[in-house]
């Protein structure tokens, strides 16, 4: 396949066709810098389609460059702005680049869109909105997920995590880690929940010690 496209490609360099199947092959591969420059060319010989835009995003993302990523995939919205898919990748690469107003905005905009939304989508705003410093939020987008699926351990472990960054009692946040322990003995968390409670008693150790000297 790649020899032939070489042989088309040398006699007609500037062949839409070519290019794109050039660029197609070179992404199936996972060859993404080299992707780009192919599907670049498509673009200046005129091919601005939905399916360049949205290959390019992913190649760019791919290739750590975010912004361009973002350019490309808004490029592809114009084609169809209510396409829930990539208006949730729109909002992960804003929050790539630390953006999470606009990570807020396209995440829900692609959630209020779906009629069944997953527990992937409400998790990822509940994180956008922790980022925010906004727990409240962040918690009923998680427990969202959970409901969309009970199985969720991040979910289920962040509302914890959630809770624990606004709790003042410290008392009342190593319960919230112990009980978590007690009844999820197998999460993938556990030593992520062990740890935070290890350190949250260490810290109530040294504020009983305080208060004696």
Not at 35 to 60: C, M, R
Not at 158 to 183: G, M, P, R, W
Not at 197 to 205: G, Q
Request: aromatic content about 12%.
């Amino acid at each position: 396949m790649d020899t032939l496209l070489t042989v088309g490609l040398n006699s007609y360099p500037k062949n839409a066709a070519l290019i794109s199947l050039k660029a197609q092959s070179l992404f199936l591969q996972n060859d993404y810098t080299k992707a780009i420059v192919w599907f670049e060319n498509l673009l200046a010989l005129g091919d601005k389609s939905q399916f360049v835009f949205e290959k390019l995003s992913h190649a760019y993302k791919k290739e750590l460059e975010y912004e361009k990523a973002i350019e490309c995939m808004e490029q592809a919205l114009l084609f169809e702005p209510k396409n829930t898919e990539n208006l949730f990748k729109l909002g992960s690469l804003y929050q790539l680049i630390n953006d999470y107003k606009k990570a807020e905005k396209y995440i829900k905009q692609a959630l209020e869109l779906q009629d069944l939304p997953l527990d992937r989508e409400y998790s990822k705003l509940a994180t956008v909105y922790n980022r925010l410093e906004k727990p409240q939020q962040a918690l009923i987008y998680f427990k969202k997920a959970l409901k969309e699926n009970p199985k969720n351990e991040s979910a289920k472990f962040f509302i914890v995590l959630t809770k624990a960054s606004y709790y003042k009692d410290l008392q009342s946040k190593i319960e919230l880690f112990e009980n978590y322990i007690e009844k999820n003995p197998e999460s993938n968390y556990i030593t992520q929940a062990k740890w935070e409670l290890k350190k949250l008693t260490k810290e109530r150790f040294l504020k009983v010690e305080e208060q004696k000297n």
